[in-house]
């Protein structure tokens, strides 16, 4: 502005805001009567916050989503109490992060209570700006002024915190988060143990006599925040759709199955990748774009689900890609909601109850009539 650099803030609404900071740029979500305060030229007020420095060390397994790994970090910072607390991630695990992958961890800064969880400014950040259509001079400003004033990743290795908390990337497996709480971690590994999946014969028997199971899983969305604007996740949830078409599995009748990108931009990849098509076949045709099932809108149900949920007293529950599952959030009539990856929603769709080991269960038969589980279709 007027031939002076200064860097990018963001102040907004959205719980959400603390998303970009994944870009190097500081941004916290404010309540609406401080955004009124500010429509009536008044100042936001806040206080000087806590910095607290987040080492990230490790790297990841392979098959492990974006996903998986906030959901490990978002019980690991609930756990430490970083409560309006600015965090700076940092360390050769940082380092290894794509935009995607470091935007999905800001993403839930409010799930862990933080006010911003913010990322050094890197190559990675000037790869987006060049992938994403900003001007040559601009992505030169952004380099040369980080550098000049030490605001570049390799300038702040010294950088010194008051306090300092480790995570270790190679610990992360398969999670997912629930039955509500989005920092209720949930490994994969566990499911019989916590004894989420259970009485799966019980539930094949009322299968097999035309019923809904108990635990049925009514609603499996892939929805618009970051853990599905994440590129990655998005076509991990389409190859996975694809391979599930080839061996002829199908979503369960029960599942009311959608896909919400939060932009248009996945749709195109989706196109070009000709993943778009497998993902619809399954069932996961975009319905819209932006807040949806993470938000409570996932719309009524077939009427006649509805009426044996009701009528059976079934324990019904959800399974989506979003931030937030508390209990009656997402579906009047799911009593329950887990958070996991894009690619985790499709396989639930299959499965069609939460009383599901989805490690070890049988997810259906292929043409031959040979069992199919995970990790055929992974």
Known sequence: RDGVAFPDTCVGTDSHTPHVDALGVIAIGVGGLEA?????????????????GVKLVGDRKPGITATDIVLAITEFLRNEKVVGAYLEFFGEGAKSLSIGDRATISNMTPEYGASAGMFYIDEQTIDYLKITGR????VEL????????GLWADDLV??????VLEFDLSTVGRNMAGPSNPHRRLATA????????KDLDKA???EAQGL???GACIIAAITSCTNTSNPRNVVAAGLLAKRANELGLVRKPWVKSSFAPGSKVAKLYLEEAGLLPEMEKLGFGIVAYACTTCNGMSGALDPQIQEEVVSRDLYSTAVLSGNRNFDGRIHPYAKQAFLASPPLVVAYAIAGTTRFDIEQDVLGHDSDGNPVTLKDIW
Do not use: F, H
């Open 158 to 163: 010294d950088a010194e915190y008051e306090r």
């Open 204 to 206: 094949k028997a009322q």
């Open 212 to 214: 809904m199971p108990d």
């Open 36 to 52: 009124e305060t500010v429509m009536l030229g008044r100042p936001s007020m806040m206080r000087l916050p806590n910095i607290v």
């Open 142 to 149: 952004v380099e040369t002024y980080a550098k000049q004033t």
């Open 135 to 138: 001007e040559p001079e601009q």
């Open 190 to 197: 566990d499911l019989a143990t916590k004894e989420i999946a």
